[in-house]
């Protein structure tokens, strides 16, 4: 999977992710070309490399002809629509400025459809989102994660007056997100910044595990005397096997005055509305009184409604919440097939080839309750028969038959090559012939008047010296070849002994579903 991680340390920006694209990779031209079908009087993106408390950076400036002019979301629509822009890309931007939209009109107090953009529906801000849309598309990035914005202290100037920072826009746009506390005055995220950031990251949190193949630095236009005004883009691949992590927030409460069937009610509620998870613990409140503890797991994105669900649905006062690093297992779905049907399952994986298969709880239900068969015989059927399949064995092989492997891949064709060395050298001692090398040798010596009358007494004596030199090797190799030898003997072994253990378990499967189809017979 191609991941890019965004790492905030001083923000973000419209311009600062324009910089950070171009300067992973991304051609200034194509940018450009997609502008320009935006049919935007003079606008074009140029970029020049910088300096920001001595790291390089790529920045980039909006020309364009200067205008006065207000826009609704429609005229921007209309403007994406008409441009020679791919389907995914205007699909990025339009949600992009959708997402805007959505954050000005709660802050106003307005529809969408009303809402008309001052800074944001400049020509450069509307260049900063369509090119990062394209840039983004053109990355072809599977995954976004980002780390804790910071947004910056003290008050901005915008359209409306004075505003604290972050703006009121911003702010909206930013809840839910991880913020990290940077006491440096000024705006350091925007509401383009935000508005792409919220729309691109699925998670925010540390690095992820991957294998980091560029990185980019978008510098923003201003100089920060604390550190460097850059963005930085780290962009690769997803390490398989490896063990990903991300932050999720969690909601506490304690009850003790709901009845359970209230909630019951809320906790199908919580799950509907995306919940990664919930539950409940018995506990002893003041007065001794039992209670519960409500817990429920979410993404940042969904905080403000989990808790409007809870101070909705039950008679809680307040609600405990902080944020919480996952370590979360690679996974994929799995297949397998029992006596009585297909099971859905997940497979989960560690880097050291740990293997745990889990089935779907609707998946096992719905097969029992058609075939009139215990819900745990079916659980056990699909876990049976996914070591049956040799599905963990594959699993559990997967590092040794691409790592392990490769010396043995490896040495084969090398101990070939040594072998027929071996043999040529045999083939000439038993015919006491000197090599095709030595004799050319001898030619040139004898040509050149270097060997005189004693030459054959001077080549005997090189060959006594060249066939103890091949004896001493050939011994080397023979104890070379019975370590190989040794090590072949192990392996087959070790195969054979495999093969028995998946004759074993499908023997014991076998013996399982017939075991169950009796159990299942009507009585």
Same mark, same amino acid.
């Given at each position: 999977?191609?991941?890019?991680? +965004?790492?905030?340390?001083?923000?973000?920006?419209?311009?600062?992710?324009?910089?950070?694209?171009?300067?992973?990779?991304?051609?200034?031209?194509?940018?450009?070309?997609?502008?320009?079908?935006?049919?935007?009087?003079?606008?074009?993106?140029?970029?020049?490399?910088?300096?920001?408390?001595?790291?390089?950076?790529?920045?980039?400036?909006?020309?364009?002809?200067?205008?006065?002019?207000?826009?609704?979301?429609?005229?921007?629509?209309?403007?994406?629509?008409?441009? $020679?822009?791919?389907?995914?890309?205007?699909? +990025?931007?339009?949600?992009?400025?959708?997402?805007?939209?959505?954050?000005?009109?709660?802050?106003?107090? $307005?529809?969408?459809?009303?809402?008309?953009?001052?800074?944001?529906?400049?020509?450069? $801000?509307?260049?900063?989102?369509?090119?990062?849309?394209?840039?983004?598309?053109?990355?072809?990035?599977?995954?976004?994660?980002?780390?804790?914005?910071?947004?910056?202290?003290?008050?901005?100037?915008?359209?409306?007056?004075?505003?604290?920072?972050?703006?009121?826009?911003?702010?909206?746009?930013?809840?839910?997100?991880?913020?990290?506390?940077?006491?440096?005055?000024?705006?350091?995220?925007?509401?383009?910044?935000?508005?792409?950031?919220?729309?691109?990251?699925?998670?925010?949190?540390?690095?992820?595990?991957?294998?980091?193949?560029?990185?980019?630095?978008?510098?923003?236009?201003?100089?920060?005397?604390?550190?460097?005004?850059?963005?930085?883009?780290?962009?690769?691949?997803?390490?398989?096997?490896?063990?990903? $992590?991300?932050?999720?927030?969690?909601?506490?409460?304690?009850?003790?005055?709901?009845?359970?069937?209230?909630?019951?009610?809320?906790?199908?509620?919580?799950?509907?509305?995306?919940?990664?998870?919930?539950?409940?613990?018995?506990?002893?409140?003041?007065?001794? %009184?039992?209670?519960?503890?409500?817990?429920?797991?979410?993404?940042?994105?969904?905080?403000?409604?989990?808790?409007?669900?809870?101070?909705?649905?039950?008679?809680?006062?307040?609600?405990?919440?902080?944020?919480?690093?996952?370590?979360?297992?690679?996974?994929?779905?799995?297949?397998?097939?029992?006596?009585?049907?297909?099971?859905?399952?997940?497979?989960?994986?560690?880097?050291?080839?740990?293997?745990?298969?889990?089935?779907?709880?609707?998946?096992?239900?719905?097969?029992?309750?058609?075939?009139?068969?215990?819900?745990?015989?079916?659980?056990?059927?699909?876990?049976?028969?996914?070591?049956?399949?040799?599905?963990?064995?594959?699993?559990?092989?997967?590092?040794?038959?691409?790592?392990?492997?490769?010396?043995?891949?490896?040495?084969?064709?090398?101990?070939?090559?040594?072998?027929?060395?071996?043999?040529? %050298?045999?083939?000439?001692?038993?015919?006491?012939?000197?090599?095709?090398?030595?004799?050319?040798?001898? *030619?040139?010596?004898?040509?050149?008047?270097?060997?005189?009358?004693?030459?054959?007494? *001077?080549?005997?004596?090189?060959?006594?010296?060249?066939?103890?030199?091949?004896?001493?090797?050939?011994?080397?190799?023979?104890?070379?070849?019975?370590?190989?030898?040794?090590?072949?003997?192990?392996?087959?072994?070790?195969?054979?002994?495999?093969?028995? +253990? +998946?004759?074993?378990?499908?023997?014991?499967?076998?013996?399982?579903?017939?075991?169950?189809?009796?159990?299942?017979?009507?009585?």
């Amino acid at each position: 999977m191609r991941v890019a991680y +965004l790492d905030c340390v001083s923000g973000i920006s419209g311009d600062m992710t324009l910089g950070a694209l171009v300067d992973v990779g991304v051609d200034l031209e194509v940018l450009n070309e997609g502008i320009a079908s935006l049919k935007l009087p003079g606008c074009r993106l140029v970029a020049e490399e910088v300096k920001k408390k001595g790291f390089r950076a790529t920045q980039i400036t909006v020309e364009h002809e200067p205008e006065h002019k207000h826009r609704h979301l429609h005229h921007i629509v209309e403007m994406i629509d008409g441009s $020679s822009l791919t389907d995914n890309q205007r699909d +990025l931007a339009k949600r992009i400025f959708q997402r805007l939209a959505e954050a000005e009109a709660k802050v106003h107090g $307005s529809t969408i459809e009303k809402v008309h953009f001052h800074e944001v529906g400049a020509v450069d $801000s509307i260049a900063d989102i369509v090119g990062s849309a394209i840039g983004w598309d053109v990355l072809g990035v599977d995954r976004v994660v980002a780390s804790p914005v910071p947004t910056g202290t003290g008050y901005v100037k915008i359209a409306h007056g004075r505003c604290s920072i972050p703006a009121p826009a911003t702010a909206e746009m930013l809840v839910g997100v991880p913020l990290v506390e940077l006491p440096i005055e000024g705006e350091l995220t925007t509401p383009t910044g935000a508005a792409i950031l919220t729309t691109l990251a699925e998670s925010y949190g540390p690095l992820p595990a991957m294998r980091i193949e560029r990185i980019g630095l978008g510098s923003g236009q201003k100089d920060l005397e604390e550190q460097g005004n850059v963005l930085r883009l780290l962009l690769g691949e997803t390490v398989e096997g490896a063990v990903a $992590s991300d932050l999720v927030w969690v909601l506490e409460t304690n009850l003790d005055d709901t009845t359970g069937e209230t909630i019951g009610y809320c906790i199908e509620q919580l799950w509907e509305a995306g919940a990664l998870d919930v539950y409940t613990t018995a506990i002893q409140m003041k007065k001794n %009184r039992p209670g519960v503890v409500l817990t429920t797991l979410c993404e940042g994105s969904k905080l403000q409604q989990m808790e409007a669900i809870l101070f909705r649905e039950t008679t809680t006062l307040g609600v405990r919440r902080w944020q919480a690093s996952r370590r979360k297992l690679q996974r994929k779905p799995h297949e397998v097939d029992t006596p009585w049907g297909k099971v859905q399952g997940k497979l989960g994986w560690f880097e050291g080839g740990a293997v745990n298969f889990s089935p779907e709880y609707d998946s096992c239900s719905k097969l029992a309750a058609d075939k009139k068969v215990p819900l745990r015989s079916v659980y056990a059927a699909a876990c049976k028969a996914f070591d049956a399949e040799g599905s963990r064995a594959m699993y559990l092989l997967a590092d040794f038959q691409f790592v392990s492997l490769l010396p043995v891949l490896v040495m084969v064709p090398v101990t070939v090559w040594m072998m027929r060395r071996v043999y040529r %050298r045999q083939a000439r001692r038993e015919t006491d012939a000197p090599s095709p090398r030595v004799q050319a040798r001898q *030619q040139r010596l004898q040509s050149s008047g270097t060997l005189g009358e004693d030459a054959p007494a *001077q080549v005997a004596q090189w060959e006594v010296h060249m066939h103890e030199t091949a004896r001493e090797l050939s011994a080397r190799l023979d104890n070379k070849m019975r370590a190989l030898n040794h090590f072949i003997e192990l392996a087959d072994a070790a195969s054979a002994r495999m093969e028995g +253990l +998946l004759a074993e378990v499908r023997a014991q499967q076998g013996d399982g579903a017939g075991k169950s189809e009796v159990v299942s017979k009507p009585s």
